[in-house]
């Protein structure tokens, strides 16, 4: 899971309150995927930015374990539809 943020993205910092600092959301994120924060902002993540199509922040993007795309969530998402989201995936 790839979590393209800024650090002057206020969503962004919402969604890492609620979500990425919560004990129970963490729980199912971990059981689940790999989580990787990644601020846009640093140059050397420009050609992944460009490979994720990323326009704007915050954007998760859920991918399989070859790298393939599951599915993209665009903007500020809460923690109750994030985990409902998560829990969707029929990942390994």
């Known amino acids: 899971m790839l979590f393209f943020t800024g650090e002057w993205c206020s969503p962004c910092r919402i969604m890492k309150r609620e979500i ?4 129970e959301a ?4 971990n059981a689940k995927v790999i989580p990787v924060e990644i601020n846009i902002d640093d140059p050397n993540v420009e050609e992944l930015v460009k490979h994720y199509n990323i326009g704007a ?9 070859e790298g393939n795309v599951i599915e993209y969530a665009v903007g ?8 409902e989201t998560l829990e969707n995936f029929d990942l390994p």
Do not use: Q, R, S, Y
Not at 76 to 83: A, I, Y
């Open 20 to 23: 990425f600092v919560d004990k």
């Open 26 to 29: 963490m729980n199912a994120i």
């Open 57 to 65: 922040t915050p954007t998760t993007v859920f991918i399989d374990p």
């Open 76 to 83: 500020k998402v809460g923690k109750t539809e994030f985990l």
